[in-house]
Structure formats: structure tokens, C-alpha cells
């Protein structure tokens, strides 16, 4: 009897060890839905703030390089008044021109009218803005980040015409002649 007990025993330890054994192996053979959902969710989450930021960054290099633009348009046409006593006019012709009395001629001003760093070509019709009239000038740009500390509400040429932004916000960065 006391055999017939230790057989038994043994046999269910055995079995106890073989179902503990398959739980543990079932339950290690991947993730629950539960665990995959909060992993993918969490993974959103995260993403959506980094393109956030991302599409800022973009924003305000863009803007940065629209200053940087209008000011070194600024500083060619004062150079170019200092030397003809009158300001240029027409600065351009076209769109993202190769061509102006501030490129080329016998002194070159600047090497080339910088287009807007969108890619989108947008001339006294969005986003840069020349006005020129031999005696007073206005360079504007549209700006995309509405946090912007310098952008203007309007921009008016020195005709007196007001210009809009193609796109919202409407605020512009001016320069005008000093």
C-alpha cells in the first residue's frame, strides 16, 4: 500500500510538473492583444509630439531664412542707392529672377534675388514682397509661425496698396527703406 501511494504520488507530481511546465510555456508564447494595444498606442503618442516639434522647427527655419533674405535685399539695394542716388526699380521681373539692376550690370549687389525657401515661388502675390519706386521701397514675407516676436499684421507698399498672405497666418516680417 505504502508503494501503491508512493507510485500515485509520483505520478502526480509528475503530472502536476507537466501542467505547471505547458502553462508557464503557453503563457510565454507571446504578448495579449491588451499588451500590444498599449505598446502601439504609447508608440502614437509619442510619435505625434515628435512630428509636432518637427513641423515647428521647420516653420520657424524657414521664417529665419525669409529674414535673412529681405535683410540681405536690404543692404543691396542701400548699396545700390548709395552709388545711384535712387533706389532701383523694378527689383525683378519674374518669379525667382536671375536678373536686376542688383545683379549683374557693372557692380554686382547681390549674386542672385533669393526666392522663398517654401520652394513655392510666390512674388508680390504671397509670400516675398518688393515694392520699389525710385524713392522709398517695402520688402515683406509671409510668416508661418504665429508665435513669430517680429511679423506685422499689414504690409503696405509705398504706392499705399495693401498686400495679403496666400496663406494663414496672415503676418509678414517689412522691411522699409530707413
Same mark, same amino acid.
Given at each position: ?6 507510485? !500515485?504520488? *509520483? ?14 510555456? !503557453? *503563457? ?16 502614437? &503618442? ?15 527655419? !524657414? ?43 557693372? &557692380?554686382?549687389? &547681390?549674386? *542672385? ?10 512674388? #508680390? ?19 508661418? #509661425? ?16 495693401? &498686400? ?6 496672415? *503676418?509678414?516680417?517689412?522691411?522699409? #527703406?530707413?
Amino acid at each position: 500500500m505504502n508503494q501503491e501511494l508512493r507510485i !500515485r504520488n *509520483k505520478k502526480f507530481r509528475i503530472k502536476s510538473i507537466i501542467r505547471n511546465s505547458l502553462f508557464i510555456i !503557453r *503563457k510565454s508564447d507571446g504578448f495579449t492583444l491588451i499588451e500590444l494595444l498599449i505598446v502601439i498606442a504609447i508608440i502614437g &503618442v509619442l510619435a505625434t509630439i515628435l512630428l509636432a516639434n518637427f513641423i515647428g522647427v521647420r516653420q520657424r527655419s !524657414r521664417d529665419a531664412q525669409r529674414k535673412a533674405d529681405l535683410r540681405q535685399i536690404q543692404s543691396a539695394i542701400e548699396l545700390y542707392k548709395a552709388d545711384q542716388g535712387v533706389y532701383p526699380t523694378p527689383l525683378y521681373s519674374t518669379d525667382c529672377p536671375t536678373s536686376s539692376p542688383l545683379v549683374g550690370g557693372t &557692380v554686382t549687389y &547681390v549674386a *542672385k534675388i533669393p526666392c522663398d525657401p517654401s520652394g513655392i515661388s510666390y512674388w #508680390n502675390s504671397g509670400n516675398y514682397y518688393y515694392s520699389l519706386n525710385g524713392t522709398a521701397y517695402t520688402l515683406g514675407a509671409c510668416i508661418e #509661425n504665429a508665435n513669430d516676436a517680429d511679423p506685422q499684421i499689414t504690409l503696405t507698399s509705398p504706392s499705399g496698396s495693401s &498686400v495679403n498672405c496666400p496663406s494663414s497666418p496672415s *503676418k509678414y516680417y517689412v522691411l522699409t #527703406n530707413p
